[in-house]
């Protein structure tokens, strides 16, 4: 046969491999559209839960790793805003490679939208000028707009929240809203009247209106992925009729009243359940034990349509509360085991993701030898637990009646410019953020919660989507290889 008599099979080769090629050429640019897709689209909402387990619409799963950020104190607006921008203090946040902000209001704000049925909110001029007078609120002010020019005489607290939530989302930071206190005051002891429901300052019907009031608002915030309804539920002890309804039965009453008002509001965000005795315990829920003195047990079919899939656990671990001085880590870490991570077993009655919403110290020059953090901070990162550090602020506008008052626990300093104690940041926060946030693989899911008498677990690699990014490639080369290959056979065969 003549090399004329393969021209047929030629033809059919090259008809194979052109197809192929464009086959490809389409797969790449499906590809690149879902990358671009999947970049823009961040935060990969709405979050879910699954088992002990946050994730995004990706099935990607999430760990907490971040700081608090109030904004409940007298002005009711976020703090530090005369010292820094709210782009500079959200990026101070994103560079350190943390991914969440746990930032508080007060109820109060909501109150006063609705005072004298106006809906209308007070504007930051007024609240400086009424929590700090006259005089100082003016030059307060004055400073805010200098480092926020987008602010003025008309810019509201609510339109401060906005701004925060903005950019968060331009930064890609999630964002946690806590409901802190009612009346905008420093938090907390069981004297302050904000302890439980029916203490002087918490009504039932207006802490139910504002947790509505901020998830509706929230929904025009990307960033905005959960919500806490409470922060440290502690025995009201100004209050002798009151105190006598502290109880894990009333508890359930009103948490299932504050998720209903969220979901209603916002079914997208996450919804944070805190314990009792200002958030140390949470027993009764992951253990499914009568919720006393009633007869219930906690039942996510209690919460209609999201029980599933949208409520997580929070604790606080201040070490007056968890432990004394000298305290060896592992009971420390039992401790924990016992106040809620067990919740992260599969064996547990009542299995959640559980984060972490408040611990601290001061930020001074031992900080990065406190032997209680780093206990408990190696703790969380072993147990894949998401947190939030107390605090961001190196400062109040406000606080108990100081004016401009310094905050020695605050991560930054007192004109928000630094890290106030570098060796805790390098030392200690730098190693727990990248562990928190080392990629999750389905081996995690066969690791059962430790009281504190295992090694530490981070899994994964620092990688993160880049190995995606990686894998993807060498997919699209080895496709590439083997059309290469298919147009060589059939030229040889036709040669």
Known sequence: MTRAGYFPRLLSWLAVVVGLLISLSLSLQVEQRASSSSSSSWPNGPLVTSGRWIT????????????????????????????????TIVSKVKEEGMNVIRLTYATEMVDQYYEKGEEKDVTIQKA????LGEEDGRAVYDMVVRNNPSFGPETTRLQVYDAIAAECARQEIYLHLDNHVSKAIWCCTPLDGNSWWGDT???????????SFMAERGRKWP??????????????????????????????KYMRQGADAVHSANPDVLIFLSGLDTDSDLKPVVQ????EPGTAKFNRDDFGGYGDDKLVLELHAYDNIIATPNVPCSDITERLFDAGFETLSKNAVNTFPLVMTEFGLPQDADAANNTYITCIMDYFSSQRVGWTIWALSGSYYIRDGTKDADESWGLLSRNWSAWRSPGFISDVLRPAIKASKAPISDDDDDDEPSDGNRGSHTGG???????????????????FVTLVVVAGVGLMSYY
């Open 128 to 131: 400086f000028i009424d929590a």
């Open 201 to 211: 300052y918490f009504d039932a019907d207006n802490w139910k209106r504002g947790l």
């Open 56 to 87: 995004d619409v990706t099935g990607g799963k999430i760990t907490y790793a971040g700081i608090n950020w109030p904004g409940s104190l007298e002005t009711m607006i976020p703090e530090g805003l005369q010292y820094q921008s709210i782009e």
């Open 288 to 291: 499914g034990s009568t919720l």
């Open 461 to 479: 690699s620092d990688l993160g989507d880049e190995d995606d990014d990686s894998s993807a490639s060498i997919l699209a080369q080895s496709q």
């Open 223 to 252: 960033a905005l992925v959960s919500m806490s309804l409470r922060n440290e539920l502690r025995p009201p002890l100004t209050n002798i009729l009151v105190s006598g309804t502290y109880s894990w039965e009333v508890w359930y």
